[in-house]
């Protein structure tokens, strides 16, 4: 047996023996969300290891190595407006989740709108995050392909049922904390690899990188920038993943320690994850580090030239970031699942869902569909539909169920269509044309269904 599968039995049990010893009461309250009681460190460590997955380590190292610069402008992007978006409305999304004892994030709009419409949610969100979940998957297996003697299905296999058997036994206090411990030792872990990678160099002979390291440039139109940003921007209000995580702090100090925390971790790990990319391909250019075709397999490759010792912690670190958002992302869905589509009391059947959506997820995740990062911002393209519904509840008063149902099917529709035909309206992409598509027929519609219920009351 080589050393990462002794290191993955060590990880698999620690990790096993802290969901089991942290699991609370067995009520909906309790499983799905941490009975609303957990601090802000712990928070913001498992808001930041459900955010930066796999997607970090593997496709964002890639895509930097690919693309250059731009990759930190697209990242960074996101972080802006998650911030934003956490302090401005995290306040006020964990009012109205006490107060309602809201418990999954469907529940959050069928408070305004309407039971049909959380259940669309639910629905949309599952074959959403399906595909983005399986990313979590193909990265681990990607390498462990690479560095062991396992092949990329049983790679897939070992992941799924750790993330299935974490979720199930602990619920979201194991998940939170399981998230904690990964969250701290993938930061740790990704300094050492920047340290080791920095010192490649040959700070003498630095090639030049052309149009890498400008914005735009003939990769990084402003075309290609807003289609793969703007999904992300709006992360922090459409993915019920982290959505549902602005219920658990038990506080609103707690709150306001999990965003400024969260915040730091994701500014240090951006940079030092693109950083990487960047220069390793500075090293391709100097001839210390191989061409590297297919971008997913940059780390893997990195960590073929490692020592072993780091190559070891790296691929740990790895396995670590695609478990702790695949795990939340299950739990989020299964408490979908359990409150807006079956209206279970209890967790019986959440805890069904949970190991039958890890199944879907695994054979989704064997395929190989796409690129890490393209397939991730394709399921936060179709999750767009949900921020119309998001900002109603602030800020318009118009419509009620049918106009949620509406808003949701149409945005749904129109960005599978243009994804599958590879259609571009007016030469937009498709996240500009999904928005402009749903914010359009929330207003139309939302105004029709606000007048007609008006009507009827008089």
Not at 268 to 297: A, C, E, W
Not at 303 to 317: H, I, K, N, V
Not at 342 to 369: C, D, M, N, P, Q
Request: aromatic share 14%; glycine share 8%.
């Amino acid at each position: 047996m080589n050393n990462i599968l002794i290191l993955i039995i060590i990880y698999a049990i620690i990790g096993s023996i802290v969901a089991l010893f942290s699991k609370g009461p067995n009520t909906q309250e309790s499983f799905f969300i941490g009975s609303r009681n957990i601090g802000g460190i712990v928070s913001a460590l498992t808001y930041a290891a459900t955010t930066y997955s796999a997607f970090m380590m593997v496709g964002l190292v890639g895509l930097s190595y690919a693309t250059g610069v731009g990759a930190l402008g697209f990242e960074l992007t996101y972080l802006v407006g998650t911030l934003f978006f956490l302090s401005y409305y995290g306040p006020k999304i964990w009012k109205i989740a006490r107060e309602k004892g809201i418990v999954s994030p469907s529940g959050l709009l069928e408070e305004r709108y309407g039971k049909k419409t959380s259940k669309i949610v639910a629905i949309i969100s599952l074959l959403a995050l399906i595909p983005y979940t399986s990313v979590q998957l193909t990265g681990v297996g990607l390498i462990l392909e690479t560095n062991s003697n396992l092949d990329f299905t049983t790679s897939i296999l070992i992941v799924g049922v750790i993330i299935a058997l974490w979720a199930f036994v602990g619920g979201l206090r194991g998940v939170a904390l399981t998230d904690s411990l990964q969250g701290a030792f993938m930061i740790i872990v990704s300094i050492f690899a920047l340290i080791w990678v920095a010192y490649r160099f040959e700070y003498t002979s630095l090639p030049s990188m052309g149009n890498l390291m400008y914005v735009p440039n003939a990769i990084w139109t402003p075309s290609f920038f807003i289609g793969l940003t703007l999904p992300w921007f709006f992360f922090a209000l459409t993915n019920p993943q982290v959505l549902q995580r602005l219920f658990i702090p038990k506080d609103l100090h707690a709150l306001r320690k999990m965003i400024i925390y969260f915040g730091f971790f994701g500014l240090v790990y951006t940079v030092i994850v693109t950083y990487i990319g960047i220069s390793l391909k500075i090293l391709t250019f100097q001839g210390l580090f191989p061409i590297v075709q297919y971008r997913d397999n940059v780390t893997p490759t990195l960590l073929s030239l490692m020592p072993e010792w780091l190559s070891l912690l790296l691929a740990l670190s790895i396995m670590a970031a695609a478990i702790t958002t695949a795990n939340s992302i299950v739990l989020t869905l299964s408490s979908m699942v359990s409150r807006d589509i079956l209206k279970e009391k209890g967790i019986f059947y959440g805890r069904i869902s949970i190991v039958v959506l890890t199944i879907f997820i695994g054979l989704f995740a064997v395929r190989k569909i796409s690129y890490i990062v393209e397939l991730s911002v394709l399921s936060s393209t179709i999750l767009l539909c949900v921020l119309p519904l998001i900002f109603g509840i602030f800020h318009y008063k118009i419509g009620k169920d049918f106009t949620g149902a509406v808003t949701l099917i149409g945005g749904f529709l129109i960005t599978i269509l243009l994804t599958i035909f590879k259609l571009s309206l007016f030469g937009l992409p498709t996240p500009v044309t999904t928005l402009i598509v749903c914010f359009t027929i929330f207003f139309v519609i939302g105004k029709i269904e606000s007048e007609y219920i008006n009507k009827q009351k008089s």
